[in-house]
T-cell receptor, first 112, second 115 residues
């Protein structure tokens, strides 16, 4: 079945450093979604990418969807302590079956 | 946050006992999902529902059953709990459109410990 790999599994940064997490799918995706889960919390939707090569920005966060629609990345510029949490990508392969396949997530910790 | 309530929030039980977790939504969303979250495994889909009495298996469905008799409620049952089912369980809801998948909104989770 479809697999979504996400790296790195963990990333520790100093506040102000940049951070990137990468997501790769074994199959072509119709769209990809990104979620953030704060420690002890539940996943919260951040953004959805649909088009090949799409780039979207949310303040210090930049999301990219690869040209082949099999990979994606999330880049955070100048991390802050509020960025701490686990970031998940989740891919949908299309069709009438609305199931997401989640990556295992990247846990980001930020040293103030 | 979306109107999703999971109950109970915490539960400790013994191996071999039946356990039912409830997810209740007030958003009238068509799709409902049950995930489990374990360290190193991320979120794994157990079962999902695409309407009243319409359910299907996810990637880790063995040992679990579900029911959806009303739009707003989705129940997850462990018929005979095992220690390997100790986990945090999340319910999610979604209302997909015609051509595009819509975001999923998650409940606060149920922490289940099986001794």
């Amino acid at each position: 079945g479809q697999q979504v790999m996400q790296i790195p599994q963990y990333q520790h940064v100093q506040e102000g450093e940049d951070f990137t997490t990468y997501c790769n799918s074994s199959t072509t995706l119709s769209n990809i979604q990104w979620y953030k889960q704060r420690p002890g919390g539940h996943p919260v939707f951040l953004i959805q990418l649909v088009k090949s090569g799409e780039v979207k920005k949310q303040k210090r966060l930049t999301f990219q969807f690869g040209e082949a629609k099999k990979n994606s990345s999330l880049h955070i510029t100048a991390t802050q302590t509020t960025d701490v949490g686990t970031y998940f990508c989740a891919g949908w392969s299309g069709g009438s079956n609305y199931k997401l396949t989640f990556g295992k997530g990247t846990l980001l910790t930020v040293n103030p | 946050d979306a109107g999703i309530t999971q109950s109970p929030r915490h539960k400790v039980t013994e191996t071999g006992t039946p356990v039912t977790l409830r997810c209740h939504q007030t958003e009238n969303h068509r799709y409902m999902y049950w995930y489990r979250q374990d360290p190193g495994h991320g979120l794994r889909l157990i079962h999902y529902s695409y309407g009243v009495k319409d359910t299907d298996k996810g990637e880790v469905s063995d040992g679990y059953s579900v029911s959806r008799s009303k739009t707003e409620d989705f129940l997850l049952t462990l018929e005979s709990a095992t220690s390997s089912q100790t986990s945090v369980y999340f319910c999610a809801i979604s209302d997909p459109g015609q051509q595009i998948n819509q975001p999923q909104h998650f409940g606060d989770g149920t922490r289940l410990s099986i001794l």
